[in-house]
């Protein structure tokens, strides 16, 4: 069993930087993989990034390539979200996951684990 608590949402100017964390419960943290998925108002949730568990895969939607960057540390059982240049589309509630196995999946049925989530809103 897993149990995720996110942080560190907020308002941010347009352009902005945050940085999400995801904090886990469990002594197996390591072999999960973790995601980050949002979902803004009005719209279904979509996958953001995740990575695998020993941190050397990662994968990325297309609107956050080059902005966002996903990692974790296994020795404090967290993963980060470092969003960079923020946008007002990236306004939404952002999810942390998780999921047994190796793959770095993408979609969201794929993970049996879930924080509450953390609100992000950047205004232009």
């Known amino acids: 069993q897993v149990q995720l608590v996110e942080s560190g949402g907020g308002l941010v100017q347009a352009g902005g930087s945050l940085r999400l964390s995801c904090a886990a419960s469990g002594r197996t943290f390591s072999c999960y993989v973790m995601g980050w998925f949002r979902q803004a108002p009005g719209k279904e949730r979509e996958f953001v990034t995740a990575?695998?568990?020993?941190?050397?895969?990662?994968r990325y939607t297309d609107s956050v390539k080059g902005r966002f960057t996903i990692s974790r540390d296994n020795a404090k059982n967290t993963v980060y979200l470092q969003m960079n240049s923020l946008k007002p589309e990236d306004t939404a509630v952002y999810y942390c996951?998780?999921?047994?196995?190796?793959?770095?999946?993408?979609?969201?049925?794929?993970?049996?684990?879930w924080g509450q989530g953390t609100q992000v809103t950047v205004a232009s």
């Open positions: 996951a998780a999921r047994s196995g190796v793959s770095v999946a993408t979609e969201d049925y794929a993970y049996g684990y």
């Open positions: 990575i695998n568990c020993s941190g050397s895969s990662t």
